[in-house]
Nanobody, 128 residues
Framework: QVQLVESGGGLVQAGGSLRLSCTASGRTLSSIVMGWFRQAPGKEREFAATISKRGINAVYADSVKGRFIISRDNAKNTVYLQMNSLKPEDTAVYYC?????????????????????WGQGTQVTVSS
């Protein structure tokens, strides 16, 4: 079992920045592929970013590429999502997700169904 707790959401003006954190417990973070997803009202949950177990590979959705940065500190069991140049269309509940991966691999995953564990979500609201 992996428990995930997100924090760092809030209200920000367009063009501003926020940093989300996701702290994991129950399993060593270095054995887990992590992802960030988001869900806006009335829309399906969508992929935002993912990072491999040791942080070697990171991939972003086109909608956030160049503005968001995913990173991880395995010693602190925490994954981050630095969000810059925020836009009103970034408004959503942001979820971190975990997929334990036993093999020695820097594989990453994009589909929500590939992840086994989810946090409760943190609201991000960007005003225009």
């Amino acid at each position: 079992q992996v428990q995930l707790v997100e924090s760092g959401g809030g209200l920000v003006q367009a063009g501003g920045s926020l940093r989300l954190s996701c702290t994991a417990s129950g399993r060593t973070l270095s054995s887990i592929v992590m992802g960030w997803f988001r869900q806006a009202p009335g829309k399906e949950r969508e992929f935002a970013a993912t990072i491999s177990k040791r942080g070697i590979n990171a991939v972003y959705a086109d909608s956030v590429k160049g503005r968001f940065i995913i990173s991880r500190d395995n010693a602190k069991n925490t994954v981050y999502l630095q969000m810059n140049s925020l836009k009103p269309e970034d408004t959503a509940v942001y979820y971190c997700a975990a997929r334990p991966l036993a093999m020695d691999s820097e594989r990453i995953y994009f589909n929500p169904t590939d992840y086994n564990y989810w946090g409760q979500g943190t609201q991000v609201t960007v005003s225009s």
